[in-house]
């Protein structure tokens, strides 16, 4: 089966990119069949020299059947040169994973309990108010001991 992909160039942290048209058994920097344009990450987008597409070649290998990688079609997407494909969505790899869930429901927790809280300290208020009660009359008379001095 033909591809075109990339094919990296360049030194360490300094990639460069030909785009190839390779057989899929072959290594990514290995053998290919004909050099089809370049791509220079280091360039900003707005560059013309970042992309270079020789067009003619690609709709040649294109009807004789290869298969663009997914990074090479987006390119030839944005030069009209195949329709753009669709984009990717994996919502199972996007879910947080156990630790981040759990870090997730602590924080949660935290939020539900002061909303809680009002309510369960109106609760045991009504409960200690008996108790507190006598403990007032207690220190009550205690309180008009000293003044009675």
Do not use: C
């Not at 990639?15 to 900003?44: H, M, T």
């Amino acid at each position: 089966m033909l591809k075109i992909r990339l094919a990296r160039g360049g030194t360490k942290k300094r990639p460069f990119y030909q785009i190839v048209v390779a057989d899929s058994r072959n290594p990514r920097d290995g053998k290919f069949i004909e050099k089809l344009g370049y791509f220079n990450p280091l360039l900003p987008k707005s560059k013309p020299e970042r992309l270079s597409l020789e067009s003619e070649r690609i709709t040649h290998w294109l009807k004789m059947g290869a298969q663009p990688t997914l990074r090479v079609a987006k390119f030839l997407g944005t030069a009209n040169l195949a329709p753009v494909p669709e984009k990717r969505n994996n919502p199972i790899k996007a879910l947080p994973k156990k630790k981040a869930q759990e870090r997730l429901k602590a924080a949660q927790a935290p939020k539900e309990a002061p909303a809680a809280a009002p309510a369960a300290e109106a609760a045991p208020a009504a409960e200690p108010a008996p108790v507190e009660a006598p403990k007032a009359e207690e220190k009550a008379p205690e309180a008009e001991a000293p003044k009675a001095n």
